[in-house]
Protein backbone atom coordinates (compact mmCIF):
# COMPACT_ATOMS: atom_id res chain seq x y z
CA UNK A 1 0.00 0.00 0.00
CA UNK A 2 1.39 3.33 -0.89
CA UNK A 3 0.77 6.09 1.46
CA UNK A 4 0.95 9.59 -0.11
CA UNK A 5 0.62 12.85 2.70
CA UNK A 6 -1.35 15.39 0.66
CA UNK A 7 -0.71 19.24 0.89
CA UNK A 8 -2.40 19.19 4.20
CA UNK A 9 0.22 15.98 5.60
CA UNK A 10 -2.06 14.77 8.23
CA UNK A 11 -4.39 13.92 5.24
CA UNK A 12 -3.30 10.89 3.61
CA UNK A 13 -4.61 9.40 0.13
CA UNK A 14 -3.75 5.16 0.49
CA UNK A 15 -3.28 3.88 -2.81
CA UNK A 16 -3.40 -0.19 -2.55
CA UNK A 17 -1.17 -2.68 -4.61
CA UNK A 18 -3.78 -4.68 -6.65
CA UNK A 19 -3.31 -8.35 -7.78
CA UNK A 20 -5.39 -8.92 -10.57
CA UNK A 21 -5.95 -11.20 -13.57
CA UNK A 22 -9.08 -12.33 -16.40
CA UNK A 23 -10.25 -13.81 -13.01
CA UNK A 24 -10.92 -10.50 -10.63
CA UNK A 25 -8.89 -9.16 -8.53
CA UNK A 26 -7.39 -8.70 -4.56
CA UNK A 27 -6.20 -6.11 -2.59
CA UNK A 28 -5.84 -5.36 1.43
CA UNK A 29 -7.89 -2.33 1.99
CA UNK A 30 -6.64 -2.04 5.21
CA UNK A 31 -3.63 -3.04 7.78
CA UNK A 32 -2.91 -1.47 10.72
CA UNK A 33 0.39 -1.72 10.80
CA UNK A 34 0.71 -0.17 7.14
CA UNK A 35 -2.19 2.56 8.42
CA UNK A 36 0.44 3.50 11.52
CA UNK A 37 3.92 3.75 9.36
CA UNK A 38 2.13 6.07 7.04
CA UNK A 39 -0.06 8.09 9.68
CA UNK A 40 1.96 7.51 12.99
CA UNK A 41 -1.65 6.59 14.48
CA UNK A 42 -3.10 2.93 15.45
CA UNK A 43 -6.68 3.44 15.23
CA UNK A 44 -9.47 2.13 17.05
CA UNK A 45 -11.99 1.99 14.24
CA UNK A 46 -15.24 1.39 15.82
CA UNK A 47 -18.05 1.41 13.10
CA UNK A 48 -18.07 1.21 9.54
CA UNK A 49 -20.96 3.05 7.52
CA UNK A 50 -21.97 3.12 4.15
CA UNK A 51 -23.75 5.46 1.96
CA UNK A 52 -25.26 5.85 -1.44
CA UNK A 53 -25.50 8.91 -3.55
CA UNK A 54 -27.27 10.38 -6.70
CA UNK A 55 -25.08 12.10 -9.15
CA UNK A 56 -24.62 15.77 -8.05
CA UNK A 57 -25.40 15.01 -4.00
CA UNK A 58 -22.95 17.04 -1.70
CA UNK A 59 -22.91 15.73 1.56
CA UNK A 60 -20.78 17.65 4.23
CA UNK A 61 -18.99 19.98 5.48
CA UNK A 62 -19.57 16.96 8.78
CA UNK A 63 -17.74 16.78 11.67
CA UNK A 64 -18.13 15.68 15.22
CA UNK A 65 -16.94 17.44 18.17
CA UNK A 66 -14.89 16.25 21.63
CA UNK A 67 -15.26 14.29 23.27
CA UNK A 68 -16.97 12.59 20.48
CA UNK A 69 -14.81 13.24 17.19
CA UNK A 70 -13.50 11.06 14.73
CA UNK A 71 -11.31 10.15 12.45
CA UNK A 72 -12.44 8.84 9.11
CA UNK A 73 -10.87 6.51 6.85
CA UNK A 74 -12.98 6.91 3.19
CA UNK A 75 -13.61 5.17 0.24
CA UNK A 76 -15.72 4.31 -2.84
CA UNK A 77 -16.69 0.76 -3.54
CA UNK A 78 -19.11 2.03 -7.03
CA UNK A 79 -19.07 4.97 -8.54
CA UNK A 80 -16.89 8.59 -8.17
CA UNK A 81 -16.75 11.16 -5.93
CA UNK A 82 -14.92 14.38 -5.08
CA UNK A 83 -13.39 14.09 -1.96
CA UNK A 84 -12.36 17.07 0.84
CA UNK A 85 -11.21 17.47 4.10
CA UNK A 86 -10.65 21.02 5.76
CA UNK A 87 -8.56 21.55 8.84
CA UNK A 88 -10.82 23.24 11.47
CA UNK A 89 -8.18 23.02 14.23
CA UNK A 90 -7.39 26.76 15.40
CA UNK A 91 -4.04 26.15 16.19
CA UNK A 92 -3.09 24.74 13.20
CA UNK A 93 -0.70 26.13 11.11
CA UNK A 94 -3.22 24.41 7.98
CA UNK A 95 -6.41 25.92 9.79
CA UNK A 96 -9.45 26.82 7.34
CA UNK A 97 -7.47 25.47 4.35
CA UNK A 98 -8.68 22.56 2.65
CA UNK A 99 -7.43 19.34 0.29
CA UNK A 100 -9.46 17.30 -1.96
CA UNK A 101 -9.12 13.77 -4.12
CA UNK A 102 -11.12 12.12 -6.42
CA UNK A 103 -12.05 8.72 -4.96
CA UNK A 104 -13.56 5.92 -7.31
CA UNK A 105 -14.32 2.44 -7.47
CA UNK A 106 -11.77 1.98 -10.20
CA UNK A 107 -8.39 3.52 -8.03
CA UNK A 108 -9.42 2.31 -5.21
CA UNK A 109 -8.06 4.88 -3.30
CA UNK A 110 -8.61 5.63 0.01
CA UNK A 111 -8.73 9.13 2.22
CA UNK A 112 -7.53 9.34 6.08
CA UNK A 113 -9.35 12.58 7.66
CA UNK A 114 -8.16 12.81 10.90
CA UNK A 115 -10.33 14.19 14.00
CA UNK A 116 -9.86 17.86 13.58
CA UNK A 117 -10.92 17.87 10.29
CA UNK A 118 -14.37 18.25 8.64
CA UNK A 119 -15.36 16.09 5.65
CA UNK A 120 -17.92 16.53 2.73
CA UNK A 121 -17.99 15.36 -0.91
CA UNK A 122 -19.73 15.09 -4.32
CA UNK A 123 -21.16 12.62 -6.06
CA UNK A 124 -19.24 12.62 -9.63
CA UNK A 125 -21.07 9.61 -11.75
CA UNK A 126 -24.51 8.59 -11.80
CA UNK A 127 -24.37 7.29 -7.94
CA UNK A 128 -21.49 6.33 -5.56
CA UNK A 129 -21.34 4.13 -2.86
CA UNK A 130 -19.04 5.33 -0.18
CA UNK A 131 -17.52 3.77 2.45
CA UNK A 132 -16.65 4.98 6.24
CA UNK A 133 -14.45 3.63 8.74
CA UNK A 134 -15.22 5.91 11.92
CA UNK A 135 -12.76 5.90 15.44
CA UNK A 136 -15.93 7.50 17.46
CA UNK A 137 -19.53 6.22 17.45
CA UNK A 138 -22.11 8.54 16.05
CA UNK A 139 -22.98 11.62 18.16
CA UNK A 140 -26.02 13.64 16.90
CA UNK A 141 -25.13 16.37 19.53
CA UNK A 142 -21.42 16.36 18.96
CA UNK A 143 -22.16 16.73 15.42
CA UNK A 144 -21.97 20.19 13.32
CA UNK A 145 -21.60 21.27 9.80
CA UNK A 146 -19.79 23.83 8.10
CA UNK A 147 -21.39 25.56 4.62
CA UNK A 148 -20.29 23.78 1.23
CA UNK A 149 -19.73 26.63 -0.02
CA UNK A 150 -18.09 29.36 2.37
CA UNK A 151 -16.39 31.58 0.56
CA UNK A 152 -13.56 32.12 3.48
CA UNK A 153 -13.06 28.29 2.62
CA UNK A 154 -12.83 28.45 -1.14
CA UNK A 155 -13.48 24.98 -2.22
CA UNK A 156 -12.91 24.49 -5.80
CA UNK A 157 -15.74 21.56 -6.10
CA UNK A 158 -15.92 19.89 -9.69
CA UNK A 159 -19.32 20.77 -10.62
CA UNK A 160 -21.66 23.12 -12.75
CA UNK A 161 -25.00 23.03 -11.52
CA UNK A 162 -26.20 23.59 -7.98
CA UNK A 163 -25.59 20.54 -5.95
CA UNK A 164 -28.64 18.46 -4.14
CA UNK A 165 -28.43 19.14 -0.18
CA UNK A 166 -30.50 17.09 2.37
CA UNK A 167 -31.92 20.29 4.86
CA UNK A 168 -29.21 19.74 7.22
CA UNK A 169 -26.34 20.69 4.87
CA UNK A 170 -28.29 23.81 3.83
CA UNK A 171 -28.26 24.94 7.03
CA UNK A 172 -24.26 25.25 7.28
CA UNK A 173 -22.48 27.55 9.24
CA UNK A 174 -19.54 29.80 8.01
CA UNK A 175 -16.26 28.78 9.19
CA UNK A 176 -15.96 31.73 11.57
CA UNK A 177 -19.66 31.26 12.88
CA UNK A 178 -18.97 27.19 13.82
CA UNK A 179 -17.74 25.38 17.03
CA UNK A 180 -14.58 24.16 15.93
CA UNK A 181 -11.32 22.38 17.24
CA UNK A 182 -8.62 24.39 19.33
Known sequence: MHAQPLAIPDVVLFTPRVFGDERGFFFESFNARAFEQATGIRPDFVQDNHSRSARGVLRGLHYQLPPHAQGKLVRVVQGEVFDVAVDIRRNSPTFGQWVGATLSAEN??????P?????????????AEFLYKTTNFYAPGSERCIAWDD????IQWP??????????DRQGLSLDQADLFD
Open 159 to 168: FEASPSLSDK
Open 108 to 113: RQQLWI
Open 151 to 154: PVLG
Open 115 to 127: EGFAHGFITLSES
